[in-house]
């Protein structure tokens, strides 16, 4: 079952609005730089400088709220508590400081504490988020019974009811009640309360308790399918061998509020902006270091805001034990990657590699990493790797081949290319990706130009907007002398990849051949513009100096005509 949220998670206003008050020349420095870095969602950067600026002034307001984000989000939970209570002293208390204040008392298992600080900040907190807290408050100070009728006040409206009902059935499911925490599982009229992956694992453990392996197996089955969760997959097997597991999901109140930020997190990805679920996330880590899905959350958070060096750090604790390691390292080197460290992200997959010899997936992110960086003969090997691993399971992927015949295109074996493209045909037939490629190569060979024409009007036909396959078929026109009917899918494939060095380069050569000059210089010095490689800015400056027509009858002459 699947919730939109319908409440509206607001931290305090000050924690986020614009400064009113004005401050001394030793204070701005700092304090400008911080808002800067805190603008560009630089959390470290920010902690350093708030951390400076509330050395001249350690009572401002807005400093103080604006370091405990930044303290928080870098997972410097230390610094956080210690300013979160100094806000709280000074009285100026807000969402965020209330919130880690009762995730430090909640730790420390000061649960009489935790009530009164709810008690405190009931209107600064979502109806939601208050209630679900308070409600493993109550468990943690073993009142169950005051708690489940908490869960139970919470019916209003429906989303509310839906997550009050899934934590009651978490907390009923500490107590060992794993019939009552099924039936509430189930749902209303077998609307069953999968809100995210963790459910599916609690519900599953829960009905491994009460001896229903086939159920268990058939909500896994349904819910994993496709996918390379390998802890779902594990836990998939053990209960087809009807092996029973511990319910361990949730084994406290600590835990069970760790699983209340992870939930919010979770609903709250995706929104417009997401520090809510990064500061949910952290919470959750904070209070259980083990919570894996939290970890996972947090680090694909972190990435989308380019906030690379945290996102690694995240993923690098995620023990080596656990089911989702690697799941988890496979990501890291994915978030190197995008951080510009693709050595670095090669070197954490060869480890893997080590590790895990026998995972077609690893080496298959190895080989596209290789190909990233025009390392073609060591992407080959890597394919090849992924691929003879996949071939004794009878899984082997139409990409796996097309990605290995591009390697062997780049490196000069043709005719392996070849053999590779036409085995990915075999496997997925009307693969744009595919067709065009191979289409394309034909045609940039001269040969087979008839097979390359249909493959590569049917790549067009598959993606009708992408830029790179309707330059093959403008360019395949262009190739075979239709000058004329080559203008419209070139101007259409620019129109669609303006800022392409190649596409805008054939549109000029195609221009210059219906007798467009001045449009054709127009295009091959925009392409110049676009730094292409630098081959081809070197013929682009001949054909600008010369014209096409001289240029290819040199090239002619000299035997290396590219046209």
Same mark, same amino acid.
Do not use: C
């Given at each position: ?302 990435? *989308? ?19 989702? /390691? ?44 290789y190909s990233g960086e025009k390392q073609f003969r060591e992407a080959n090997k890597a394919y090849t ?5 996949? *071939? ?9 081949? /097309? ?10 074996e043709w005719d392996k290319a070849e053999t590779d493209f036409r085995k990915a045909l075999g496997l ?136």
């Amino acid at each position: 079952m699947r919730i939109k949220p319908i409440f509206h998670f607001v931290l305090a206003t000050s924690l986020l609005t614009t400064p009113v008050a004005t401050y001394g020349e030793g204070l701005a420095g700092a304090y400008l730089a911080a808002n800067h870095a805190n603008a560009r969602n630089d959390y470290a950067a920010a902690a350093e400088f708030y951390s400076k600026a509330l050395l001249q002034d350690p009572d401002d307001a807005y400093i103080l709220q604006n370091a405990l984000l930044s303290y928080v989000v870098t997972g410097d939970i230390d610094g956080a508590v210690k300013l979160a209570k100094e806000i709280t002293n000074l009285e100026f208390g807000s969402q965020l400081s209330d919130l880690m204040v009762l995730s430090a008392y909640i730790r420390n298992q000061d649960f009489d504490k935790a009530l009164e600080i709810l008690a405190t900040s009931k209107d600064r907190l979502s109806p939601l988020l208050h209630g679900l807290l308070q409600g493993w408050v109550l468990v943690g100070l073993g009142d169950m019974s005051a708690a489940t009728k908490h869960f139970d006040s919470m019916n209003k409206p429906e989303a509310l009811r839906v997550f009050a009902q899934y934590h009651k059935a978490l907390a009923v499911a500490t107590a060992g009640d794993f019939e009552l925490a099924d039936k509430i599982m189930q749902g209303d009229a077998g609307n069953a309360l999968h809100l995210n992956r963790g459910s599916l694992i609690a519900h599953a453990q829960i009905l491994s308790q009460l001896g229903k392996f086939d159920a268990a197996a058939e909500l896994l089955a349904q819910s994993s399918t496709n996918t390379s969760d390998q802890q779902l997959h594990d836990l998939l097997v053990q209960m087809q061998s009807k092996q029973a597991v511990p319910f361990d999901f949730i084994t406290s109140a600590t835990d069970g509020t760790s699983e209340t930020f992870s939930t919010l997190a979770s609903v709250l990805s995706g929104e417009d902006d997401e520090r809510f679920s990064l500061i949910y996330a952290r919470l959750a880590e904070y209070l259980r270091p083990d919570n894996i899905q939290a970890l996972l959350l947090l680090s694909e958070l972190l990435k *989308e805001q380019e906030q690379y060096d945290l996102a690694t750090q995240v993923l690098a604790k995620v023990p080596v034990d656990h089911p989702m /390691y690697l799941n988890a390292e496979l990501g890291r080197a994915d978030t190197l990657v995008d951080a510009g460290k693709s050595q670095a992200a090669i070197a954490v997959l060869q480890r893997l590699a080590g590790s895990h010899p026998t995972v077609a997936r690893v080496h298959m992110v190895m080989g596209d990493i290789y190909s990233g960086e025009k390392q073609f003969r060591e992407a080959n090997k890597a394919y090849t790797t992924a691929i003879d691993l996949l *071939e004794k399971e009878n899984g082997v992927q139409w990409f796996l081949y /097309y990605a290995r015949a591009v390697s062997y295109e780049r490196l000069d074996e043709w005719d392996k290319a070849e053999t590779d493209f036409r085995k990915a045909l075999g496997l997925s037939p009307d693969q744009p990706s595919t067709l065009n490629y191979l289409g394309y190569s034909l045609v940039e060979k001269n040969i087979k130009l008839e097979e390359a024409q249909d493959m590569i009007e049917r790549a067009v036909q598959g993606r009708p907007n992408d830029g790179f396959i309707t330059d093959s078929l403008g360019w395949l026109l262009y190739r075979i002398g239709k000058f004329e009917d080559a203008v419209a899918p070139m101007e259409r494939a620019v129109e669609l990849m303006p800022t392409d060095p190649v596409i805008n380069d054939h549109l000029g050569d195609v221009y210059w051949k219906v007798d467009r000059f001045r449009e054709a210089r127009f295009q091959w010095s925009r392409a110049l513009s676009f730094e292409p490689e630098e081959k081809d800015a070197d013929r682009i400056r001949r054909k600008l100096d010369i014209g096409l027509d001289e240029v290819l009858t040199a090239e002619e002459a000299a035997g290396t005509n590219a046209n």
